[in-house]
């Protein structure tokens, strides 16, 4: 019910209105009722409403009829709380509304009237009063059913807004969506597009809706696929939903099908606002073409804090610390304020290039310079800052001076310093912790059992493998995609699954046998499993990121690019093979693991094997 559009200056017809109302000896419903249309179309409900109560004492019959009423009640539902109105000196608010109503009679008579009320009601969080009214209504129609609907959804109670969605005898598009949305913001994403599924008619916000919870339940699969649909449906995309799509583009690396989103803005004209231009650096950093994200940025005339904070991580995670720093020095002397998603990727770019002194201090100015207390995800950055470096006594010490309880990801960040150095009896406590925090994630005992190896305490290795079998730990599959011809083609660790499985072992072999002449050696000690020398030989042949490169170098013309996105840490094994990779092929290889971009070319790491 409430006036859509951004805030305007009200008309000087309702201006002119208001005027003759306040000087008026006895003012005209007419009047008043225009006047208050004027401030609500202007998005000024409270002007409405101070205007109603200058008037009420020499007039109160002036909300004697439907339409003022409604208007009323329309400016009490805007601006959404009951001690606004009764601080006004209108009473109940809502209620002292809803009494006039039914004292003239058409609270039960005027549809318009109740819908108001329920708005009303909700708005002001009275959700019990609003389903009161609505129950009371002695006839509905679909836009006061919608309106219940919506005061449901918004309290994120679905399930009683699917009641009443359920027994509605005829829905709208807004029906439809509003139920979509309802799902999709509470997670439930497949109840959204069973929803979504039955709609005879869809509209933009339907398409952007359902993508949106995909994108945001990091469902990216079904998102492009969504997208794709909506395509062929022939349904012109709105922001949010080339926001939903893009998101999802950088969350599987699909850079083809975000550069097709890009051209679908600039050859239908869309203007880029900051939103949509910082979904497109966010898209580009995150598919590898950190290039491109620059060039985005750059051309950007307005930019807000995320817009740099964007930057600033995608910098960072590929590699370019001394860029995301002196990007981060920039925003601060164009006067903007960095928030904890700045700093997240401040102390990233310091993490990445080892800069011990200047993590420090950045993490020091956060609440002593900025005013951003520092959250659990920066003492983890510390910790992984301090740990990597070789400081881990101190990174312990932090651990300990924190001014809440440490939870799994400072626990794992410490337990990866300790690989780097071999530092075994840190690692137990890190594991420790661990065990009671994150006692499942199979990541942990396998990192532990790294750190068991290359001390070769094979005992230590042993009582791992015996823990995981013995607590039935899954592993996570490690799961490497890489994009060709607009598909993502998605690879797991001994998969034989992909139609063209025959060609990309076959070149897996000629690859591997390539890498050996050139000084390879596999990293078996790296393998768990109970297994003999071969075998595990094999089993890091056939690790997800090689198997994806292996179809990239059999599809790709030679001297292109390979783009690889991993779920997991790149293993020691893999990144040792795939800087040989980059050499005997003499190609260009980006790869993004869960850590970091690694960028890598003639037989060198972007990352200088610091990851």
């Known amino acids: ?32 009722t225009a006047a208050m249309r004027g401030y609500l179309r202007a998005c000024l409900p409270l002007q409405a409403l101070l205007l109603l109560r200058s008037l009420l004492p020499r007039a109160p019959r002036l909300i004697g009829n439907s339409f003022s009423l409604s208007l009323a009640l329309q400016a009490t ?17 809502a209620a002292s509304l809803h009494a006039r109503a039914l004292k003239s009679g058409f609270a039960a008579a005027d549809l318009f009237v109740r819908t108001a009320l329920v708005e009303a009601y909700a708005k002001s969080g009275r959700a019990d009063l609003a389903r009161a009214a609505f129950d009371e209504a002695p006839r509905r129609d679909v836009f006061l059913t919608n309106v219940m609907l919506a005061a449901y959804v918004a309290r994120g109670e679905v399930a009683e807004a699917r009641k009443v969605f359920d027994g509605m005898r005829d829905r709208d598009m807004v029906s439809w969506n509003t139920m979509i949305h309802g799902y999709a913001v509470k997670g439930e994403v497949s109840t959204a597009r069973e929803i979504f599924d039955r709609m005879d008619d869809k509209d933009a916000f339907s398409w952007s809706s359902m993508m949106s919870a995909y994108a945001k339940s990091r469902r990216s699969k079904e998102a492009l696929e969504l997208w794709r649909e909506m395509r062929v449906a022939r349904v012109a995309p709105d922001c949010i939903t080339m926001v939903s799509v893009l998101s999802a583009c950088g969350d599987m690396g699909a850079l083809a099908v975000g550069a097709e989103v890009h051209q679908f803005v600039e050859s239908n004209g869309i203007e880029v606002d900051v939103k949509l231009g910082t979904a497109l650096i966010d898209m580009y950093a995150k598919c590898g073409d950190i290039e491109n994200s620059l060039r985005i940025f750059r051309s950007m005339p307005a930019k807000d804090v995320l817009t740099w904070s964007s930057m600033i991580i995608g910098l960072a995670n590929h590699g370019l610390g001394h860029d995301a720093l002196s990007l981060f020095s920039r925003m601060v002397l164009e006067g903007l304020h960095p928030n904890e998603i700045t700093f997240i990727g401040v102390l990233i770019a310091c993490t990445h290039l080892g800069l011990v002194s200047d993590g420090k201090k950045y993490f020091s100015s956060m609440k002593v310079v900025h005013g951003v207390a520092p959250k659990v995800e920066h003492y983890g950055c510390m910790v992984d800052l301090l740990g990597r470096s070789g400081h881990i006594e101190e990174a312990r010490q932090l651990i300990r001076d924190m001014p809440f309880e440490p939870d799994a990801v400072i626990w794992r960040a410490l337990l990866g310093a300790c690989r780097i150095y071999k530092n075994v009896e840190v690692a137990e406590e890190a594991m420790a912790k661990l065990r009671v925090l994150d006692p499942h994630a199979d990541g942990h005992y396998v990192l532990l059992s790294n750190i068991y190896a290359q001390a070769n305490s094979w005992e230590g290795v042993a009582e791992m493998r015996k823990v995981l079998r013995r607590e039935n730990i899954q ?9 060709w011809e607009n598909t993502i083609h998605v690879f797991v660790s001994g998969d034989r699954s992909h139609p063209r499985s025959e060609e990309i072992y076959k070149m897996l072999e000629e690859m591997m046998d390539r890498l050996r002449q050139a000084g390879y050696r596999p990293m ?11 075998s595990k030989e094999r089993a890091l042949a056939e690790h997800s990121e090689k198997l994806a490169i292996a179809f990239g170098l059999l599809t790709t013309p030679a001297g292109s690019t390979l783009r690889i996105t991993k779920n997991l840490r790149a293993c020691e094994d893999c990144h ?14 980006i790869v993004r693991d869960r850590n970091r971009f690694h960028h890598f070319s003639e037989g060198q790491c972007s990352c200088k094997d610091y990851w």
């Open 1 to 32: 019910m409430r006036a859509r559009g951004g805030a305007a200056a009200a008309r000087p017809e309702h201006l002119a209105a208001h005027a003759r109302l306040v000087k008026s000896a006895c003012p005209d419903a007419f009047l008043l």
């Open 77 to 93: 539902a805007a601006v959404s709380a009951e001690s606004v109105p009764a601080a006004l000196g209108l009473s109940h608010g």
């Open 475 to 483: 592993r996570i599959p490690g799961r490497s995609s890489i994009e």
């Open 524 to 534: 078996t000690g790296l393998v768990l499993q109970d297994i003999d020398e071969h």
């Open 576 to 589: 040792s093979a795939i800087k040989l990779i980059s050499l005997v092929y003499d190609r260009k290889l």
